[in-house]
């Protein structure tokens, strides 16, 4: 007599369902074994002969455990019972079409799968939403700087038509400004092309209480339609209307009526005023179009502005305007190229250029190139890079959970593999499963994407003169950056992209089940496969360090950068200094002295210094030099200083060291003889080894001007920073201002909060003078801080990404260790109890952690060392290999990794054998 | 292909059929359907017993264990009004099935 009950106990593995019912199960086919063994007896077979023919009825306990499962479950009963019934019904069921009837089924499966594990769902969800998210904001600024079109006809067909410029001043090498006789010529010589004119302004909107600068463009009639922006309301400028001293009329922006006009649909005959001039709107322009510097708020005809006689129009040496041109409808970029370097010879030979301008070339920049310079360009790319890193980080993170999830779920894979459903499916089951989550990550994503637009708009540098020479704030402001219909499906397709990432591994180990293994091992075992699934966690996480390395390295060389970038000597002390410049038609030489005098008798204002130029002001004059006794230099950009007219206390006034010889005094004025200070730079360039101290100089653009005469270098200053912050200085020579009367602008230095003197420098003004007006009114610490503030930008969101990476890769790294300790107590146990000791369990953990951390690194390096490269011209002062933040972040990381092994590696020391062995 | 499902479908009518006259166990069943078609629909214990377990839930057929004196517990099956109703369905409709079978293919059933 046998015990069948254990026989099929012991055949029939768990079927995961209620207790009682799977007793009752197994009591039933005991039953009939029995019954079976009985009858066998009954009919004359000996004991052995009927254990084994009834053994032989359940011989496939395979199929019958996943026929039973099938029947008990509901997802794959209903499946099987379709099939069934299918000949019942052989019609009807597939009205709704298989494929979306089982997508919908495994959607539901999905969402109900992930409720069941909340906690993971939660985990995933939190890691998928801020890599998402992040990816959504980078990738909003990219899509608006990169990948919109510009709100323009046919944009690809409009150039900004400029000349090259080699010079030091120029920092993209090109020059936007034209001369009205040039760009005449230009206009009538090249047929392939049509071109407009415009010049940006800042005028004040005056009428209202208080006075207001808003943004204009002084544009040539032509202008909107060879941008090709559309007039919404109202009507373009006539040629009549672009007379010299022309009527007075506008077009405003679509932002500009609707905001100071209600978008009332009458503003069309309305007047603004403009420097207290009334003029007359005659058209509203296309929602977005805010001009060529992203802001724009009115047009007014090119010429009106100017008076009769002036000689803007006739001087071929005033630039003052900018130039764009649209392909005509029949040509292309190579004809119209053809015809505008023709141009550039004939219009040098009628207008001969001056000497440091014959190499110049028109050129036709692409207006988006124009508008985005590539250093943004690049910095937008690495910033997506990273956070597409980070994401990566993130996915294999999640694999490696997902991996550990399915563990428990291999024997419901297997059941429903061995019931028929191919792998195919059941991947596509598991995808379903991972993209549901990610898409509820990527909702979240969005949200957080939203408010780090905002954030991005928010702090986007400042517009300065900076190693991002390129001015991230125009920029922002031209391409205006959000979240708009691309951005949002950008999101959610980089979900389910995200979704599949960190799914199909999972899916694919998971289905790589042997049905049989599967059912045969105890319902939570993977000892089967443990090692090979071990080895892909390992090398995810390997992958998980290598891109973290890249990315902290990354950070790190911007870091380094950064702080080189403060520690760069400006030259002079930026404390408590407020700088502004004062406009007058006054041409009084005494004005800028009285009114200094009086803005230097304001309580808290200490001293106040005339100049031509503050300290990181940008561009200012430059001029050739030349040395009494030796010959003209023939190249000019080897003669080239810049020139500064100061007053005499101005070097005590900003604290710039005075190296040799002498400051000014009051006694350099008009009249007496002509003195110079050389900055250190100057003095090196064109006196290596004289003293300059007695040397005469002169300045003078032109080769042989007349009636300048030579000066005495009297001292040797120390270098200042005035061009940018990370450039090289160049030589700049000093005149006292009374000798020239050219300074406008003023630097104060106040003796408390230079914010707090503001107002009572701009009432000061106004009261000396009213038609003065006071412009570019900043403090020096803030232009020092606006002049790193593209460089704090890029870094803080570096690093922010960077630690991100950091922070995920640790808890990927512990996440695997702490998973492989726990498939390994029972062996832990074992070594322990054959006598080994806390410190070798300890050792046996981390080596294992250690394989894949150096793995990882050794890719990383080998991945940071290449990729590095493409930030060289984010960097100042550190070389994009910089073995230092190599070595330190290398092992810095290391460090964090071996901490993020230790933990788990702890635990498996506290392993009791006796537990661990009575485990199974 | 079709033979299996033709088989499976076929089946579940016998099942019910074989409870309609009264309350079977499970070995019982297996017995008498390989006795009665004559060895031709023997088919396995893993099939019958899922599909048993199948009908119960679909509420076509109700099992309860029934314990008699000297005779170890079984479970006993009999038809439920819907499995009455579903038998009579079937029925109709393999009768409906053979008759199409026999206008095409001359094929009578038994």
């Not at chain 1, 010879?345 to 001969?352: D, L, N, Q, V």
């Not at chain 1, 902290?552 to 000597?569: C, D, H, K, P, T």
Request: charged share 20%; proline share 4%.
């Amino acid at each position: 007599m046998s015990d069948w009950k254990k026989y099929v106990r012991e055949h029939l593995p768990h079927l995961a369902i209620e207790p009682g019912r799977e007793m009752e199960i197994v009591d039933e086919l005991a039953e009939h074994l029995d019954a079976a063994y009985r009858d066998a007896l009954a009919g004359g077979a000996s004991e052995q002969e009927a254990y084994k023919l009834a053994a032989e009825l359940f011989a496939d306990w395979r199929l019958m455990e996943c026929e039973v499962a099938a029947a008990e479950h509901y997802g794959a009963g209903a499946r099987l019972g379709r099939a069934i019934g299918e000949w019942n019904q052989p019609l009807n069921s597939q009205k709704r079409g298989p494929i979306m009837e089982s997508l919908l089924q495994d959607l539901r499966y999905g969402l109900r799968m992930t409720l069941k594990k909340p906690g993971f769902a939660l985990v995933a969800v939190i890691m998928l939403s801020l890599g998402i998210g992040a990816n959504t904001a980078i990738f909003s600024v990219v899509h608006a700087l990169m990948l919109r079109p510009l709100p323009y006809f046919e944009p690809e067909r409009v150039f900004s038509v400029c000349e090259t410029d080699n010079s030091p001043r120029s920092r993209d090498g090109l020059s936007t400004l034209w001369a009205s006789p040039r760009f005449e010529m230009l206009r009538q010589g090249v047929p392939t092309m049509d071109f407009a004119a415009f010049n940006s302004v800042l005028s004040k909107l005056t009428g209202a209480e208080e006075p207001e600068q808003i943004s204009g463009e002084y544009v040539s009639p032509n202008y909107f339609s060879v941008l090709g922006v559309r007039v919404i309301a109202g009507r373009a400028f006539t040629e009549e209307e672009n007379q010299v001293g022309g009527s007075k009329v506008v077009m405003v922006s679509h932002g500009f009526w609707q905001e100071r006009f209600g978008g009332a649909p009458d503003v069309i005959g309305k007047t603004i005023e403009l420097n207290k001039t009334p003029h007359t709107i005659v058209g509203v322009l296309q929602p977005g179009f805010k001009g060529q510097r992203g802001s724009t708020n009115f047009w007014a005809p090119f010429n009106s502005d100017l008076q009769p006689g002036s000689r803007r129009l006739t001087d071929p040496n005033i630039w003052w305007f900018e130039v764009i041109g649209r392909l005509k409808s029949d040509a292309s970029r190579r004809q119209a190229e053809a015809g505008v370097s023709l141009m550039t010879r004939r219009i040098a030979e009628k207008y001969p250029p001056h000497a440091s301008f014959r190499d110049r070339q028109i050129k036709l920049v692409p207006l988006r190139d124009r508008k985005l310079n590539p250093v943004i360009r690049q910095s937008f790319l690495i910033m997506l890079a990273a956070v597409g890193f980070t994401l990566l980080i993130a996915c294999a993170n999640l694999a490696n959970l997902m991996m550990t999830r399915m563990a428990p779920r291999r024997r419901e894979i297997a059941v429903r593999l061995a019931v028929g459903a191919t792998r195919w499916r059941i991947v596509r089951q598991l995808l379903v499963e991972s993209i549901v989550i990610s898409l509820i990550g990527g909702m979240f994503g969005l949200l957080l994407a939203f408010w780090g637009v905002d954030l991005l708009n928010k702090f986007k540098p400042a517009s300065s003169g900076s190693i991002f020479w390129a001015n991230y704030a125009n920029a922002f402001k031209f391409f205006s950056i959000g979240l708009d219909a691309p951005v949002t499906i950008f999101n959610f397709a980089l979900a389910v992209i995200t979704g599949v990432v960190f799914g199909l591994i999972p899916a694919i180990q998971a289905t790589r089940v042997d049905v049989n293994d599967a059912l045969k091992e105890g319902a939570d075992g993977t000892a089967g496969l443990f090692r090979r699934r071990l080895n892909l966690r390992q090398a995810l996480v390997a992958l998980e360090v290598a891109v973290t390395l890249t990315l902290v390295i990354g950070a790190g060389l911007m870091l380094r950068s950064f702080a080189e970038m403060q520690a760069i000597n400006l030259g002079f002390d930026p404390d408590r200094i407020l700088s502004f410049y004062v406009e007058s038609s006054e041409q009084n030489t005494d004005f800028y002295r009285q009114l200094r005098e009086r803005i230097a008798a304001l309580p808290g204002v200490e001293s106040v210094s005339l100049t031509i130029v503050s300290p990181l002001g940008g561009a200012y004059s430059n001029q050739a030099m030349q040395v009494y006794g030796r010959p003209p230099e023939p190249d000019i950009e080897k003669s080239r200083v810049f020139f500064h007219a100061v007053n005499h206390d101005y070097f005590r006034n900003l604290r710039i060291p005075i190296l040799r010889g002498r400051s000014f005094t009051a006694e350099d004025r008009a009249g007496t003889k002509r003195v110079a200070i050389l900055n250190a730079t100057a003095a090196r360039q064109f006196f290596p080894n004289e003293d300059p101290v007695g040397q005469r100089i002169k300045l003078g653009f032109y080769e042989g001007t007349p009636g300048e005469e030579w000066a005495e270098v009297v001292g040797v200053a120390g270098d200042v920073k005035y061009l940018s912050l990370d450039g090289e200085v160049v030589s700049d020579v000093y005149h006292p201002n009374d000798q020239f009367n050219e300074a406008h602008t003023m630097v104060a230095r106040t003796s408390h909060d230079p914010k707090l003197l503001i107002g009572a420098i701009r009432n000061e003004v106004r009261a000396f003078n009213k038609d003065a007006a006071v412009g570019s009114l900043e403090m020096m610490e803030q232009r020092v801080s606006n002049a790193t503030s593209s460089a704090r930008f890029n870094t803080s969101l570096m690093s922010l990404f960077a630690l991100l990476a950091l922070l995920l890769a640790a808890i990927g790294i512990y996440g695997v260790i702490a998973y492989a300790v726990s498939e390994r107590t029972r062996e832990i146990g074992v070594r322990m109890a054959l006598g080994a000791q806390a410190r070798d369990v300890l050792k046996l953990v981390l080596f294992q952690g250690m394989k894949m951390i150096a793995a990882g690194l050794t890719i990383g390096l080998f991945g940071a060392f290449a990729l590095t490269r493409v930030m060289k011209n984010l960097l100042y002062g550190v070389s994009a290999t910089d073995p230092l933040t190599f070595a330190a972040v290398s092992l810095s990381l290391a460090a964090i990794a071996l901490l993020a092994c230790y933990v788990p590696a702890r635990r498996a020391t506290k392993v009791d054998p006796i537990i661990a062995l009575r485990q199974e | 292909m079709i033979e299996k499902e033709v088989k499976r479908g076929s089946t579940e009518t016998l099942i019910l059929a074989l409870i309609e006259e009264r309350a079977r166990h499970g070995y019982e069943i297996a017995k008498l359907i390989e006795a009665r078609s004559e060895g031709v629909l023997q088919f396995h214990v893993a099939s019958l017993y899922p599909l048993l377990y199948r009908l119960e839930k679909r509420g076509l057929i109700k099992g309860r264990w029934v314990e008699k004196a000297g005779e170890r517990r079984r479970r006993f099956y009999s038809l439920t009004p819907e499995g009455k109703k579903a038998l009579t369905e079937q029925r109709q409709t393999w009768a409906d099935f053979f008759s199409a079978l026999d206008r095409v293919a001359k094929i009578k059933p038994a």
